[in-house]
């Protein structure tokens, strides 16, 4: 059975652009969430898809977006990128509705902004 | 500010002893509790989930839930140097995970 799949893998971006992630759950997973992880903050939740649509949000601004899509898959949308959006960005997927917990990640989306 | 505390280590156990890694939470609605292991330039990895008190036992891992201190902890058995790693402790309440920070261990020859 297929993980998580997310890409692309590394990227490089300028201040101002905007960047586009993309994840693929599990089969058979409905729920799709993503995290931020930087050593200083460590693993910080974004938001978290079911049923194409947003049931939680974290404390992080507009500029961050996702969307889910019928099949599952997800992307998330970081708008005018910052020094201090360089993180490691993971998905993951979870058998069950909103809420269940457990988490399978993908091998995640590390962003460096120049 | 709903926090998950752990002490960020390193904690450094030999080969074949028991490591015992900490986890305190402040949500007291907090439901479901749960262990993943993260190697250095990889992602977390699910270990162990608990959703009542007691105890928990999987392999060499067993996690232990008190809900009244707000304490969950994660015990591992004969340590081994491939279970270096940081981990991290997970707390889901009503709405979003909140992970704490990890703690680091080191299991040396």
């Known amino acids: 059975k297929a993980g998580v799949t997310q890409t692309p893998r590394y990227l490089i971006k300028t201040r101002g652009q905007q960047v586009t992630l993309s994840c693929s759950p599990i089969?058979?997973?409905?729920?799709v969430s993503w995290y931020q992880q930087t050593p200083g903050q460590g693993l910080q939740f974004l938001f978290e898809?079911?049923?194409?649509?947003?049931?939680n949000k974290g404390n992080f601004p507009g500029r961050f977006s996702g969307r889910q899509f019928s099949n599952s898959r997800s992307e998330m949308n970081v708008s005018t990128l910052e020094l201090g959006d360089s993180a490691l960005y993971l998905c993951?997927?979870?058998?069950?509705?909103?809420?269940?917990?457990?988490?399978?990640f993908g091998e995640g989306s590390r962003l460096t902004v120049l | 500010q709903k926090e998950v505390e752990q002490n960020s280590g390193p904690l450094s156990v030999p080969e074949g002893a028991i490591a015992s890694l900490n986890c305190t939470y402040s949500?007291?609605?907090?439901?479901?509790f749960f262990w993943y292991r993260q190697y250095s330039g990889k992602s977390p990895e699910l270990i162990m989930s608990?959703?009542?008190?007691g105890d928990k036992e999987d392999g060499r891992f067993t996690a232990q839930l008190n809900k009244a201190s707000q304490y969950v902890s994660l015990l591992i058995r004969d340590s081994q140097p491939s279970d270096s790693a940081t981990y991290l402790c997970?707390?889901?309440?009503?709405?979003?995970?909140?992970f704490g920070r990890g703690t680091s261990l080191i299991v040396h020859p």
């Open positions: 997970a707390v889901r309440g009503s709405y979003i995970p909140t």
């Open positions: 993951a997927s979870s058998l069950g509705q909103v809420g269940t917990g457990e988490l399978f």
């Open positions: 898809y079911f049923s194409e649509t947003q049931r």
């Open positions: 608990i959703y009542s008190n």
């Open positions: 949500d007291r609605v907090s439901q479901s």
């Open positions: 089969s058979g997973h409905r729920s």
